[in-house]
C-alpha cells in the first residue's frame, strides 16, 4: 500500500533537484523515440544513473554518478535493422563543498570518465575517454535554476573507429509543489566538435515522491521535444522511477 509523508516528501523532491546533494539515489530513466532516421525507426533507452556521496572530510563531499545505458533500437539508420544491448557507461566525480557559498550557489567539479562497455559496435564508440565536468546550481525556497556541463576527449580506443571530442550542457530549472510534487524543465545538448553535429533534447517532466512502505520513491514522466542536425529523432517520451537513499548530513 502506498503511504507518505508530506514533509519527508517535499524535503527530497527538492534535494533531487540537487545533482550534488547528499543523498543516494537510483533512477531509472527510460526514453521511448519516435520517427528516428530516414526509416523512421523507434529507441528505447533505459539510463540507469546510481549517484552515491561520499564524506571525504568535514567540509567536503565526493559525489559519484553513473549513467549506464540499456538500449534496444530498430531502423535509427537507413534499414539498419535491429540492435540492442549496454552502450558506453559515463562515470563522474564532483569534488562539492557540504554548505553553498554566500551568495547560496551549490557547486561541484571533477572528472568525467567515458567507458567503452557497449556490447555492439552500433551502440558505443568503442573509446576510452576523459575530461572535466562541473555544476552550479542554486536554490530559491521552492525553485531551482542551474547547469551541468562536462567535455570528453577520447583517449585510447581502436583506430578504426571516430575520436570523441564532444561538450554535453545541461540548464535546469525546477519548481517544488507541497506534496512532493515538482515541474521540472531541460534541455541536453550534446556537441561532436569533430563532426560539426548537434544534438539536443527538451524535456518537461512532472514528478512526485511517494513511498512504498518503507521505501522513498519519485515517479516521473512528461515528454521529450528534439532539435538539432545530429538527432535524427522527432519526438519522444521520458518516465521512470528514483529509488531514494537518505542519508545523514
Known amino acids: 500500500m502506498m503511504a507518505q509523508d508530506d514533509s519527508g516528501a517535499d524535503a527530497l523532491a527538492k534535494q533531487l533537484q540537487n545533482p550534488v546533494a547528499n543523498l543516494i ?18 529507441k528505447f533507452l533505459t539510463n540507469v544513473q546510481p ?18 545505458p540499456i538500449i534496444k533500437q530498430c531502423d535509427v539508420g537507413l534499414n539498419s535493422g535491429k540492435q540492442s544491448g549496454l552502450g558506453d557507461m559515463v ?33 558505443g564508440s ?7 565536468t562541473a555544476v552550479a ?12 556541463v562536462n567535455h570528453i576527449w577520447s583517449v585510447a580506443g ?37 563532426h560539426d553535429l548537434t544534438s539536443g533534447t527538451f524535456h518537461i517532466v512532472a514528478s512526485k515522491v511517494v513511498s512504498f512502505g518503507s521505501q522513498m520513491t519519485q515517479i516521473f514522466a512528461g515528454p521529450r521535444l528534439h532539435y ?11 518516465g521512470g522511477i528514483t529509488l531514494l537513499f537518505p542519508t545523514k548530513s
Do not use: H
Open 25 to 42: 539515489s537510483i533512477p531509472f530513466q527510460a526514453n521511448y523515440d519516435f520517427n528516428v532516421g530516414p526509416s523512421n525507426g523507434t
Open 158 to 194: 581502436k583506430d578504426d573507429r571516430a575520436d570523441v571530442n564532444a561538450t554535453f550542457f545541461q540548464p535546469f530549472i525546477a519548481k517544488n509543489f507541497a506534496g512532493g510534487y515538482a515541474l521540472a524543465f531541460n534541455t541536453e545538448l550534446s556537441q561532436d566538435w569533430d
Open 137 to 148: 546550481l542554486k536554490q530559491m525556497n521552492s525553485v531551482t535554476l542551474g547547469c551541468l
Open 228 to 238: 538539432g542536425n545530429g538527432n535524427p529523432a522527432e519526438w519522444g517520451i521520458r
Open 51 to 68: 549517484v552515491i556521496p561520499i564524506s571525504i572530510s568535514e567540509n567536503w563531499n565526493l559525489i559519484g554518478r553513473a549513467i549506464i
Open 91 to 123: 562515470l563522474s566525480g564532483f569534488f562539492s563543498p557540504k554548505a553553498p557559498t554566500k551568495g547560496g550557489i551549490i557547486w561541484g567539479v571533477g572528472p568525467a570518465i567515458l567507458v567503452p562497455t557497449a556490447t555492439k559496435d552500433e551502440l
Open 126 to 132: 568503442e573509446k576510452f575517454g576523459l575530461g572535466p
